[in-house]
């Protein structure tokens, strides 16, 4: 080890879960009580502070933290992101700490990250701030010891192999998450990763952590309790003796799949396991610790990922992995790695293809190969689907500004400032620009302008992207309500009540119409409630409402899609449903068979297409609902709806891909034996 490590004691707590209400409060002050009698070094807190995020939340989390003597390092958690106006912003705005951050203390190198989504209750870490973690770790060096705090414990993150990928050159001795409310310890390349139990538990506790030049003693600690050792990390680094060396990171097979891999240092371990994604099967070493063997790929192609894992007989898991393409020369036309997560569907004009990115990338592409037309960068995370119009793109930003840009160069044209994030997308209609903001306002502004022509308050935010329909705008908001505002001057025409409390608003699913009703889908409450809904447009009178017919997951997360008189969603469990817009009867009902979120139905040329969060895209006949094709577009989550131009359809992840796949292959492949191939990026 090359830093001086001196001893010192920390203390880790989780998920308080505070608000304004004085709900855990009592806990949160208990635990403080027991820490200030510690007199530890600092605390870390891995996220979930405040049960919503909103700004009376952090204010009451403040004055609850207030009496604690040590410092504070905050870091987001889900239920910051998920319902709150400020969203990943709220660490930043009300705790005066950088989303993601490092500091050492007496010889100690510790990482802070951001776990959380914009709006939803998963984890990842996008590109940019792998990027930025990169850096920090070469800056620390491969020998002194690491110590990373995050949110999202161990099977609740889309990339975490690929996280493992990039910590295995350095000394991290150990992750502290949170998340899953208790004590529970993962061993994996050689880092302990320890969960700590939440502090809005009946019965509440922390970690303690007393650092020693050669090892940390963790122990778990509930309130009025005595301490338990709970785990001894050693501070000296461990090398992975799994390598696995075919195949290649991002390799594009076609046939059959070779795996080979080393063992290195060790004569036995309690087993070895290869996996194609999650399904795993023990494999062998000779007698030189090599793994080898080869696999006739059957299942869907697409982006998997290869894993050859090893327990040893201290039960810690070593791992190596690669994603790489497996049987998609025919189906993927073009793949593109852009600078940062994409939240949102990617919106199509003419030939060109527009969308914006953590990190406040705006990007214009050719729709035929993926190449870039152009790139801005907006000062901000983008997380609202773009807008085109009359050769303007129009988007919100995390910064709070609506901004237009010049569709054919990205230069800016004018741009509008708002009082919070703007998390809801636009809609454009009557010469104005249409969009919910996180400051709690719905806004109208001028497209040639960007002039404020009205505003109308809310009591919570507007998220979704609004439909307009005869003069009228439709959206709901997590005020419990969904809104019909005149679009000329911002009147109400009507409001309806969805939901007894904010979990059930109707905010996630962006509306939809047939010309004459609404549809929108909401969280139900109880057993039996309805969670796909038919509004009135002239009275917000509701016309049907139904269960979805499977009925056990609910598909307020996701959005209806309409074509002619047939309503077509998804529920979050990824069963897929046509019904009737007239009476919400049920024509038919498929399974993608993942998990599906904020992902909208997409109807072209006889066919729907959706999305699955795990990366899937999936193909159905829209007159009978018969799968017809599948392709996994990656590990990352998918939160965007695919969208269509021709004969491709194009879907972004979080991870900061996009996948252009052909949905006709004889024309794919007549035009590969035009082009001698299709073009990769």
């Known amino acids: 080890m090359s830093s001086i490590i001196t001893p010192f004691t920390f203390v880790h707590i989780a998920d308080t879960h505070i608000k304004p209400d004085g709900a855990y409060s009592a806990n949160l002050s208990a635990i403080i009580d027991e820490i200030n009698k510690l007199s530890p070094a ?46 990943r912003s709220g660490v930043s705005q009300f705790l005066d700490q950088q989303p993601y951050y490092s500091f050492d203390y007496n010889g100690i190198h510790f990482i802070g990250l951001d776990t959380s989504i914009w709006l939803a209750h998963h984890g990842t870490l996008d590109r940019s701030q792998l990027e930025w973690l990169k850096c920090d770790l070469d800056s620390t060096g491969h020998n002194r010891p690491i110590v990373l705090f995050y949110h999202h414990c161990p099977g609740y993150m889309a990339n975490e192999l690929g996280l493992l990928r990039l910590l295995r050159a350095y000394n991290v001795r150990l992750a502290l998450v949170a998340h899953g409310h208790g004590y529970r310890t993962w061993k994996m390349n050689g880092i302990v990763f320890q969960m700590t139990e ?49 195949p290649m990171q991002r390799e594009h097979i076609e046939g059959p799949l070779r795996i080979t891999a080393k063992l290195i240092g060790r004569s036995s371990f309690a087993n070895v396991e290869y996996g194609v994604g999650e399904n795993y099967q023990p ?23 290869i894993c050859v894992r090893a327990v040893d007989e201290d039960g810690m898991q070593w791992i190596d992995s690669a994603q790489v393409r497996i049987g998609g020369n025919h189906r993927e036309a073009w793949r593109v790695q852009v600078s940062g997560a994409v939240q949102r569907p990617i919106t199509v004009a003419d030939d060109r293809l527009y969308f914006g990115t ?27 689907r773009i807008a085109v119009e009359g050769g303007r793109a129009y988007l919100g930003t995390a910064g709070g500004e609506v901004i ?65 329909l005869n003069g009228v705008i439709y959206f709901g908001a997590w005020d419990q309500y969904f809104h019909a505002l005149r679009a000329g001057d911002g009147s109400e025409l009507w409001r309806t009540q969805i939901g007894n409390s904010i979990y059930y608003a109707p905010a996630n699913s962006n509306p939809a119409t047939d010309g004459k009703r609404i549809f929108f889908a909401a969280t139900f409450e109880h057993e039996g409630e309805p969670d796909i809904l038919c509004l009135n447009s002239n009275t917000g009178n509701i016309i049907w409402s139904r269960r979805n017919p499977i009925g056990k997951f609910h598909c ?66 829209a007159e009978t609902g018969t799968s017809e094709w599948s392709y996994r577009a990656g590990g990352s989550y998918l939160f965007a709806s695919p969208s269509v131009w021709e004969n491709l359809v194009i879907t972004p992840s979080t991870e900061g891909t996009v996948t252009a796949l052909r949905t006709d292959l004889l024309i794919e492949a007549r035009e590969r034996k035009e082009l001698g191939g299709v073009k990769e990026k």
């Open 198 to 246: 939440a502090g809005m538990a009946d019965h509440p506790g922390y970690r303690i952590l007393e650092v020693t030049p050669i090892e940390i003693r963790s122990y778990r600690k509930d309130i009025g309790s005595d301490r338990i050792l709970d785990e001894i990390i050693p501070l000296r680094r461990v090398e992975n003796p799994v390598m696995l060396s075919q």
């Open 358 to 384: 953590w990190g406040g990338d705006v990007y214009c592409l050719d729709a035929r190969m993926g190449d870039e037309v152009w790139r801005v960068n907006a000062g901000s995370d983008v997380i609202s």
């Open 556 to 621: 307020s997360f996701n959005s209806p899609c309409v074509a002619g008189d047939r309503l077509y969603i998804a529920s979050l469990s990824g069963d897929l449903f046509c019904l009737s817009t007239i009476d919400g009867r049920e024509i038919w009902s498929a399974s993608t068979g993942q998990e599906t979120y904020y992902n909208s139905p997409v109807f072209s040329n006889g066919k729907v297409y959706i999305g699955g969060i795990t990366g899937g895209i999936f193909c159905f006949d």
């Open 42 to 87: 600092f605390v870390l807190h891995g996220g979930d502070q405040t049960e919503m995020g909103f700004t009376e939340h952090f204010s009451a989390y403040r004055k609850s933290i207030a009496p604690l003597r040590a410092p504070i390092y905050n870091i987001s958690g889900n239920h910051e992101a998920k319902w709150s106006n400020w969203g």
């Open 283 to 305: 494999i062998t070493p000779g007698l030189e610790g090599t793994c080898d063997t080869t696999v006739d790929w059957t299942g869907t192609p697409g982006w998997h990922t």
């Open 404 to 468: 237009a840009l010049d569709a054919q160069t990205g230069a800016q044209v004018w741009s509008f400032k708002t009082g919070g994030p703007v998390q809801g997308s636009a809609l454009v209609a009557e010469g104005m620009v249409f969009i919910g903001s996180g400051d709690h306002y719905f806004y109208a502004l001028d497209i040639c302008s960007g002039e404020l022509k009205w505003k109308y308050k809310l009591n919570r935010m507007a998220q979704v992207t609004p439909v307009y």
